[in-house]
């Protein structure tokens, strides 16, 4: 669950891509018990957050502790069922025109690229 990097904690967090698309309250272990994390809207797989002072102590400074490093790891859904891909293409058609998809801006980049 936890991995120590010196007096920091990290900790992955798996989130839907539904929460982390739309923002979400989370619960996030600790070394200390559970506590609640707001995620904003459109966060995506890889992003960090840091809980201060829930890492580990800092035997050099009395008192002190590191932080702990959340990083968010969006599920992608599996066993989707035919009214979903049907709900998630239509979805992806209204991204496309909406024109701010990093993946059709990279896909336009690759094409100019070979052009």
Not at 9 to 29: E, F, H, Q, T
């Amino acid at each position: 669950l936890f991995e120590r990097d010196g007096t920091a904690i990290i900790c992955d967090l798996p989130v839907s891509m539904i929460d982390a698309a739309l923002g979400a309250k989370l619960d996030v272990p600790t070394v200390d018990g559970v506590v609640k994390m707001s995620i904003p809207a459109g966060s995506q797989s890889g992003t960090l957050f840091r809980l201060k002072n829930r890492g580990a102590p800092d035997l050099r400074r009395r008192g002190s502790r590191g932080d702990q490093i959340v990083r968010l790891q969006v599920e992608t859904p599996t066993g989707v069922t035919r009214k979903q891909k049907e709900l998630l293409r239509s979805f992806d058609e209204m991204q496309k025109k909406k024109g701010d998809s990093l993946v059709s801006g990279f896909a336009d980049k690759v094409r100019e690229l070979y052009d």
